[in-house]
């Protein structure tokens, strides 16, 4: 857990206090979840299954995103699919409220195709 600590540690504000607010979200609605260091990102895995993981997007200022591993059989409209062949993001503001709504109904989406 070192690591992820680490991770969250190393960022600057405010994508620090977000992206920690929105990994306790998600392990709060999905507590099969495990989170781990992948890629050098914090990446949830479900049954050895990556599920999805937290950045920020290089082109949009540095925005945080949550991607979904298997976004491209996901058809929220909030979703971006950009040049990635497999995930879907969605990208946040870091200085507004988490819309939670919309994050609960992406987890409830992604998690439909594994077989808990």
């Known amino acids: 857990m070192k690591q ?3 991770f969250f540690n190393d960022l600057t504000e ?4 977000f992206l920690l607010a929105l990994k306790h979200i998600v392990q709060q609605h999905i507590p099969q979840l495990q989170l781990s260091i992948k890629y050098g990102l914090p990446f949830f895995t479900i ?4 599920f999805c993981y937290f950045w920020t997007h290089k082109k949009f200022n540095h925005q945080p ?5 298997d976004g491209h059989r996901m058809r929220h409209k909030a979703l971006l699919q950009e040049k990635r062949a497999r995930a879907k993001i969605f990208l946040m503001d870091p200085l507004a409220d ?3 709504a919309t994050v609960k109904q992406l987890l409830n989406e992604a998690i439909a195709f594994y077989k808990l």
């Open 4 to 6: 992820v600590d680490d």
């Open 14 to 17: 405010p994508n620090k206090s």
């Open 47 to 50: 049954n050895g299954r990556l």
């Open 65 to 69: 995103y949550i991607s979904f591993m």
């Open 98 to 100: 988490i819309p939670l």
